[in-house]
């Protein structure tokens, strides 16, 4: 463009100079013929001469010099004042002057015309250039096609790279070049663009047989856009007319051609084409409107699927069937013509009905979806929105579908076998994996059509005795053995009574086995020795977010928390007392595989690794002889706790293997009791992991520490209460009396050898009842009072037990080992102590 100004303003000042030029000598020339006549007529001479007097002469010669003296002026641009050259143009001229007067170039029909080409040619000339700077400058990199995504797309994949979900306008399913039969590759080809092999991204014979046909229509009759040009426009344009988006998509379309080839430009554009209905390539239009594989379809549901890209809303068979017939038999012809199908092919799709089997897009729907929901409610907290909207998002997630199909059918034959029977209406679980937090399974409810309220992150219930367990990791992290001994009888705090399951008290009983048999008020007599905040700071820092009440009746599980928040903090025993944070996504890419977000979280040391190992020691025997024996697997190290909330509302296990923790909850939504039990949902964790336990290896709990000379690793912060009545089994009823006299009980010595096994009797399965009710009164690690006048207010008689139901029926699973063979005898016992059962029997 720049050389083809240069050459017209060459061109102009050539005419110019030699107009100039051209002038003067002419103007020259007459001046001095003029002079030879006035010379001639003096001298007197025959010949014919004008009829000329001196004045008449002078007159002209005047007239003479002035116009020469105008044009001269306007050659040069030197004309003094328009005024003044308007009254000498408009002065008459003598025949002479008329006789050598010039005509400058710009009064020429010829010079205006030459210009007006110039101009014609120039504009869009710079315009092309213009706009080819401007592609060439900013030109994308046209291998994005190959990973291009619209807008506010997000595919969500599952652990092992299973499909879980696709939101926003994507291909549900995508296929490579080889995956797509060649009819339906060359169906779009003769519907679209016929000589897509002969073209190199834009087809200027099509171009000028389109502009033919719809000048001579008087409109839009036929296109000329080529398959790579579609391309083009889906990947990098809009959908604007103008003239300036063709020509960029002329110029990416020979782009694409050039660095994917022939064989890549096709597939994507099959792959990514709108053909209606929701359908985003040949792959989603097979399964939405006919429920088959592209591998499947007759020749006329190819045609009629090609058929529909120039306009899937006017060609769509769910909204047009005759019109789509139409269009489809239009395709079957170019199809016959360019040699795709053979005559009998064409003639026996033409005699085809048009016969629809409409079906969902495959992955619209998440067959996870309380999954599913949890993650994209996440990606707001992990990315901008800017980010969000700009779609092509893949997320990769921690779910484990084969554990998560088995999740869900737990739950639901739980419900079905034992809802109506033990009145709870819902059900969730929730499994991680305790050594990375990763989210292998989560079903937040039995019917998600019905509520699609997640039981799993959003329902906050009473953990019940479930949270003991972070009572006893506290007092074993103080240094306190589990062969301390408590007193198992009444005892009133401060006015708050705690009450064992049906009122009865075993006496003397240590740690170990007030924890297997869930014994509520040795749990609250602990508590009041390592203090709220010990208890409080470290079940936070296993894992629980939510805020726990300083109240006596912490030690029953009266705060609520979620069963997510509560089976992770379990997974910190399993872990040999490290924690990460659950969650549920790993990583995030968007289309050009840039990583948007990873999970990089380090776990953290929740507890000491010591405290850790003794209290899953504790927590098996739990499942081994104690109130979550139906979660016991044969020949697999199973520890956990079960835990029953006031009335029986809300009944939970949470259990964990070396390898995976599983948390289950059971009751109603309105918290109306129910009559079911904790081995209940022992049970289902049981049916759960039963499904898949054989796949994983049979790793070990790491050994039992000495549990003796241990120093601990936290510092206990003693309550003291200002009234308590600590009673004796078998004595006589104590009024309320001040607080006992401090006794160590992290100093204890331990025994220099394990004592004798001994076998316990059955356990019962129910779970005792809580009572969480206190009086209004303040709490603090330096002691409690009583608001008013202090008066010794005796709290109200706790309710009536309710007997649980039968239990549900235990896994059968195989009979115990026999027990080893005894050790020496142990030395003598303090005889305050009582008998211990040993860690072997375990």
């Given at each position: 463009?720049?050389?083809?100004?240069?050459?017209?303003?060459?061109?102009?000042?050539?005419?110019?100079?030699?107009?100039?030029?051209?002038?003067?000598?002419?103007?020259?020339?007459?001046?001095?013929?003029?002079?030879?006549?006035?010379?001639?007529?003096?001298?007197?001479?025959?010949?014919?001469?004008?009829?000329?007097?001196?004045?008449?002469?002078?007159?002209?010669?005047?007239?003479?010099?002035?116009?020469?003296?105008?044009?001269?002026?306007?050659?040069?641009?030197?004309?003094?004042?328009?005024?003044?050259?308007?009254?000498?143009?408009?002065?008459?001229?003598?025949?002479?002057?008329?006789?050598?007067?010039i005509q400058a170039p710009y009064k020429k029909p010829l010079f205006w015309l030459l210009i007006f080409l110039g101009a014609s040619i120039a504009g869009p000339s710079a315009r092309f250039y213009q706009i080819w700077a401007e592609v060439n400058e900013a030109v994308p990199d046209v291998t994005k096609a190959l990973t291009y995504e619209r807008s506010g797309t997000i595919t969500l994949k599952s652990g092992n790279g299973k499909i879980l979900q696709k939101v926003g306008p994507t291909a549900q399913e995508s296929l490579s070049y080889d995956e797509i039969p060649e009819v339906v590759s060359q169906a779009f080809i003769a519907a679209e663009d016929r000589r897509y092999y002969e073209h190199n991204g834009v087809d200027y014979r099509s171009i000028a047989r389109a502009s033919v046909a719809n000048l001579t229509s008087g409109g839009v009759v036929e296109g000329a856009s080529t398959i790579t040009q579609q391309l083009a426009r889906l990947t990098f344009l809009n959908q604007d007319r103008s003239f300036k988006r063709k020509f960029k998509e002329a110029i990416l379309a020979q782009r694409l051609e050039k660095e994917l080839g022939k064989e890549k430009v096709l597939e994507r554009y099959l792959n990514l084409v709108y053909l209606g209905a929701g359908a985003y390539g040949v792959a989603d239009a097979a399964w939405i409107y006919f429920g088959k594989t592209v591998d499947k379809l007759s020749v006329a549901e190819i045609a009629l699927i090609a058929g529909m890209a120039p306009a899937p809303s006017l060609y769509s068979p769910l909204v047009n069937p005759e019109i789509?017939?139409?269009?489809?038999?239009?395709?079957?012809?170019?199809?016959?013509?360019?040699?795709?199908?053979?005559?009998?092919?064409?003639?026996?799709?033409?005699?085809?009905?048009?016969?629809?089997?409409?079906?969902?897009?495959?992955?619209?729907?998440?067959?996870?979806?309380?999954?599913?929901?949890?993650?994209?409610?996440?990606?707001?907290?992990?990315?901008?929105?800017?980010?969000?909207?700009?779609?092509?998002?893949?997320?990769?997630?921690?779910?484990?579908?084969?554990?998560?199909?088995?999740?869900?059918?737990?739950?639901?034959?739980?419900?079905?076998?034992?809802?109506?029977?033990?009145?709870?209406?819902?059900?969730?679980?929730?499994?991680?994996?305790?050594?990375?937090?990763?989210?292998?399974?989560?079903?937040?409810?039995?019917?998600?059509?019905?509520?699609?309220?997640?039981?799993?992150?959003?329902?906050?219930?009473?953990?019940?005795?479930?949270?003991?367990?972070?009572?006893?990791?506290?007092?074993?992290?103080?240094?306190?053995?589990?062969?301390?001994?408590?007193?198992?009888?009444?005892?009133?705090?401060?006015?708050?009574?705690?009450?064992?399951?049906?009122?009865?008290?075993?006496?003397?009983?240590?740690?170990?086995?007030?924890?297997?048999?869930?014994?509520?008020?040795?749990?609250?007599?602990?508590?009041?020795?390592?203090?709220?905040?010990?208890?409080?700071?470290?079940?936070?820092?296993?894992?629980?977010?939510?805020?726990?009440?300083?109240?006596?009746?912490?030690?029953?599980?009266?705060?609520?928390?979620?069963?997510?928040?509560?089976?992770?903090?379990?997974?910190?025993?399993?872990?040999?007392?490290?924690?990460?944070?659950?969650?549920?996504?790993?990583?995030?890419?968007?289309?050009?595989?840039?990583?948007?977000?990873?999970?990089?979280?380090?776990?953290?040391?929740?507890?000491?690794?010591?405290?850790?190992?003794?209290?899953?020691?504790?927590?098996?025997?739990?499942?081994?002889?104690?109130?979550?024996?139906?979660?016991?697997?044969?020949?697999?190290?199973?520890?956990?706790?079960?835990?029953?909330?006031?009335?029986?509302?809300?009944?939970?296990?949470?259990?964990?293997?070396?390898?995976?923790?599983?948390?289950?909850?059971?009751?109603?939504?309105?918290?109306?009791?129910?009559?079911?039990?904790?081995?209940?949902?022992?049970?289902?964790?049981?049916?759960?992991?039963?499904?898949?336990?054989?796949?994983?290896?049979n790793e070990k709990f790491p050994e039992l520490p000495p549990l003796s000379g241990r120093e601990g690793t936290l510092k206990a912060k003693p309550i003291n209460p200002r009234r308590v009545i600590a009673e004796k089994v078998g004595a006589p009823r104590e009024e309320e009396s001040s607080r006992r006299s401090t006794e160590s009980y992290y100093e204890e010595p331990e025994p220099d050898s394990e004592p004798t096994p001994q076998w316990e009797p059955e356990p019962d399965y129910s779970e005792p009842e809580p009572d969480y009710s206190e009086p209004e009164s303040d709490y603090s690690d330096g002691g409690g009072y009583f608001d008013g006048d202090g008066s010794n207010n005796a709290p109200a008689p706790a309710p009536a037990p309710v007997l649980a139901p039968a239990p549900a029926p235990p896994p059968v699973i195989a009979p115990p080992p026999p027990p080893p063979p005894p050790p020496p005898p142990p030395p003598e016992v303090p005889a305050e102590e009582p008998p211990r059962p040993s860690v072997l029997s375990n």
């Open positions: 463009m720049a050389n083809l100004f240069s050459q017209l303003k060459q061109w102009s000042d050539r005419v110019r100079n030699t107009s100039s030029n051209s002038a003067a000598r002419t103007t020259q020339q007459r001046r001095s013929h003029t002079r030879s006549a006035i010379r001639n007529n003096h001298n007197g001479n025959g010949s014919a001469r004008p009829n000329h007097t001196p004045h008449n002469i002078g007159r002209d010669l005047s007239s003479f010099e002035a116009t020469a003296s105008e044009i001269a002026s306007k050659q040069n641009g030197r004309v003094n004042s328009s005024k003044a050259s308007a009254k000498t143009l408009t002065e008459p001229a003598s025949p002479l002057a008329k006789s050598i007067a789509a017939r139409q269009q489809r038999d239009k395709v079957i012809s170019r199809m016959e013509a360019n040699g795709v199908i053979t005559a009998a092919q064409a003639s026996s799709a033409y005699q085809a009905e048009v016969t629809l089997e409409p079906q969902e897009p495959k992955y619209l729907y998440s067959q996870f979806p309380y999954f599913t929901i949890y993650i994209k409610k996440q990606l707001d907290q992990l990315l901008t929105p800017e980010e969000i909207e700009a779609g092509g998002l893949v997320v990769e997630t921690t779910l484990n579908t084969e554990w998560q199909t088995a999740a869900e059918k737990t739950v639901e034959e739980i419900i079905e076998d034992y809802g109506q029977w033990q009145s709870f209406e819902q059900a969730s679980l929730v499994a991680i994996d305790p050594k990375t937090g990763e989210i292998k399974a989560m079903v937040g409810g039995n019917d998600f059509d019905e509520s699609q309220f997640n039981r799993v992150t959003q329902a906050q219930r009473q953990p019940g005795s479930t949270f003991k367990a972070f009572v006893y990791a506290t007092a074993i992290a103080t240094g306190m053995s589990p062969y301390k001994g408590y007193e198992d009888a009444r005892y009133v705090v401060d006015g708050y009574e705690p009450k064992n399951y049906g009122g009865s008290f075993r006496g003397n009983v240590d740690l170990k086995t007030a924890l297997a048999r869930s014994v509520n008020i040795v749990a609250v007599k602990l508590l009041v020795d390592v203090g709220f905040d010990p208890v409080i700071a470290l079940a936070h820092r296993m894992g629980i977010e939510s805020d726990l009440l300083s109240a006596y009746s912490l030690a029953l599980g009266s705060s609520e928390v979620n069963l997510l928040e509560l089976t992770s903090a379990y997974g910190a025993f399993a872990a040999e007392g490290s924690h990460v944070a659950p969650h549920g996504i790993t990583r995030i890419t968007n289309t050009q595989g840039d990583v948007m977000y990873e999970f990089d979280e380090q776990p953290k040391q929740a507890i000491d690794e010591d405290t850790a190992s003794i209290m899953t020691w504790m927590l098996e025997a739990v499942v081994q002889g104690g109130s979550g024996s139906n979660a016991a697997i044969s020949g697999r190290q199973v520890a956990g706790k079960t835990g029953t909330s006031e009335k029986n509302r809300d009944l939970w296990f949470i259990g964990y293997t070396p390898q995976l923790v599983t948390g289950v909850w059971m009751g109603n939504d309105d918290s109306s009791p129910t009559s079911g039990a904790s081995s209940t949902a022992a049970l289902a964790w049981y049916k759960f992991v039963s499904q898949f336990i054989d796949d994983l290896p």
